[in-house]
Nanobody, 122 residues
Framework: QVQPVESGGGLVQAGGSLTLSCAAS????????MGWFRQAPGLERDFVAG???????LYADSVKGRFTISRDTAKNTVYLQMNSLKPEDTAVYYC????????????????WGQGTQVTVSS
């Protein structure tokens, strides 16, 4: 069993930066694909970024060039560096882990965190 635990959310002004962290509870993340998703009020949960256990990355078009996903195997932690934040980035951000091929579908991920709120003010 793997339990992702997110942290680092908060309130930031447009144009600012924020780094989210996702730590593992239970088994190590090292052989898991990891993903970040977000859900704004009234909308579906959308893919943001993913990273394979080998370090390959994938991004949603809406965040490409602004967000960076990375992982620190020694710390069993995955990060989402968010730069040039926009009000439309406001959402609850979820970390997810899966032992299948990584991708943008939420169905590829079996374990989900509780989420952390990110609010970007204009």
């Amino acid at each position: 069993q793997v339990q992702p635990v997110e942290s680092g959310g908060g309130l930031v002004q447009a144009g600012g930066s924020l780094t989210l962290s996702c730590a593992a509870s239970g088994r190590t993340f090292s052989t898991f694909s990891m993903g970040w998703f977000r859900q704004a009020p009234g909308l579906e949960r959308d893919f943001v970024a993913g990273i394979s256990w080998l370090g390959s990355t994938l991004y949603a078009d809406s965040v490409k060039g602004r967000f960076t996903i990375s992982r620190d195997t020694a710390k069993n932690t995955v990060y989402l560096q968010m730069n040039s934040l926009k009000p439309e980035d406001t959402a609850v951000y979820y970390c997810a882990a899966g032992d299948r091929v990584y991708g943008s579908s939420s169905k590829l991920y079996d374990y989900w965190g509780q989420g952390t709120q990110v609010t970007v003010s204009s």
